[in-house]
């Protein structure tokens, strides 16, 4: 299934890279570069000329997503024994990189499925939900969703009202959720649920898997939206929903951990869509100002420009730097709940700067659909919100601050 994989690894050193970066190069070890090789390779044939299409028509990246399982770009988080490749975090982070340089409507779905969807269910889960999600998620068969966010529970994620209670061998799931990414898509949510609404915040969710068709689940509307269009974004709705007792994901209401290692790791890999769109803007803006001539030479022969496109690549650079080393930490077994949110803040605010930037490098240009720019844009609003708001992100590095010092 993987065969792609391990013969771009072994063909690496005849291959002809388009994009070079000696630094990140220095930073991945062979197999970190062949999976890089491979996702950059199918973002650049593959997604590339479908992107504008994509988000004109709000279409969800279904097919693609699906070739990116079977090319095992999908697994990475996911030990062999579940259908996954044990690359770890920064292989994972590569891709979704690699994928956000042309698309960040596909970089967030892969974010959303990988991150979201299945390292709660591979933190809690038991073995055998482990083989029967996992496995066909991590092949790209099947799309995972996490539904957490609710209409007045978005940044307080211990406000969760949805409950399930226990009724003989079913739970019975009342409620629902917002802003829930690849919805209507998806087969396996992972929703967080109060199952004991006497304790207070954080405690006492529970994190129950409800399967796509379940009576009593229903999916509303996509939303229409300014960021990231292609992505489905949906409500869930939840009306005397009864799933079986068996489908609790690890200790009763002791949930939240689960998915906030989850939402750990997403804050990694939101940071690598970040900085993916912030380098497909960056060479965007590049190749327009070696081709635009302004009084007679190229603009790129003015500081008012050279010196714009310094700084943004000076920028995507420091922060691919912060990303690989915080994805290191994960893969070492390292605390990094505070590197992932200083992470998440820097490479959401430093891609909606860059994108801007690029924008200006282009002028009028910079607004028009044909030059894309004005799609990373507004796809980099998203990246300041989810996986915890840039506020949220900075009271998160304050606790620890407070804590350290």
Request: glycine letters at 10%; aromatic letters at 8%.
């Amino acid at each position: 299934m993987f065969h792609s994989l391990w013969c771009l690894g072994a063909q690496r050193k005849g291959m002809v890279i388009k994009m070079k970066d000696l630094m990140a190069d220095f930073m991945l070890n062979e197999e970190q570069l062949a999976i890089r090789d491979l996702a950059r390779k199918f973002s650049d044939e593959q997604v590339a000329p479908t992107a504008v299409e994509m988000d004109q028509k709000h279409a969800y990246p279904l097919e693609q997503i699906r070739a990116l399982g079977e090319m095992g770009l999908l697994g990475s988080l996911i030990p062999e024994e579940f259908g996954g490749t044990t690359l770890g975090c920064l292989a994972n982070a590569v891709v979704i990189e690699e994928l956000g340089r042309n698309s960040g409507t596909l970089a967030l779905c892969v974010d959303a499925h990988c991150s979201l969807g299945m390292v709660p269910l591979l933190a809690g889960g038991s073995e055998a939900q482990k083989k029967r999600y996992l496995e066909p998620a991590a092949q790209g068969q099947e799309i995972l969703a996490f539904g957490l966010t609710e209409p007045q529970s978005g940044s307080d994620a211990g406000g969760t009202r949805t409950t399930a209670v226990l009724d003989g061998d079913e739970w019975v799931i009342n409620g629902s959720k917002s802003w829930i990414t690849n919805a209507g898509y998806a087969d396996t949510y992972m929703v967080a649920c109060k199952t004991d609404p006497k304790l207070r915040g954080s405690k006492g969710i529970s994190l129950i898997i409800v399967r796509k068709g379940t009576p009593g689940f229903e999916i509303g509307k996509p939303e229409t939206k300014l960021s990231v269009r292609g992505s489905s974004t949906c409500q869930l709705f939840f009306s005397d929903c009864r799933v079986p007792k068996e489908n609790l994901v690890g200790e009763l209401d002791h949930g939240f951990p689960y998915f906030m290692k989850g939402l750990d790791e997403g804050r990694i890999a939101i940071s690598a869509c970040s900085i993916g769109m912030a380098q497909g803007a960056v060479e965007r803006a590049v190749r327009y100002a070696k081709d635009r001539v302004a009084f007679g030479k190229p603009i790129t022969e003015f500081q008012g420009v050279s010196f714009q496109l310094a700084e943004m690549e000076t920028q995507v650079a420091v922060d691919r730097t912060m990303l690989y080393n915080v994805a290191k930490m994960a893969d070492a077994g390292i605390p990094f709940s505070k590197e992932a949110a200083m992470l998440k803040l820097y490479a959401s605010e430093m891609c909606d700067n860059v994108c801007r930037q690029a924008i200006q490098v282009m002028g009028g240009n910079g607004i028009s659909e044909e030059y894309e720019v004005e799609r990373f844009y507004r796809d980099s609003k998203l990246n300041t919100i989810g996986e915890g708001t840039s506020e949220i992100n900075k009271l998160v590095i304050v606790r620890h601050v407070l804590n350290k010092y």
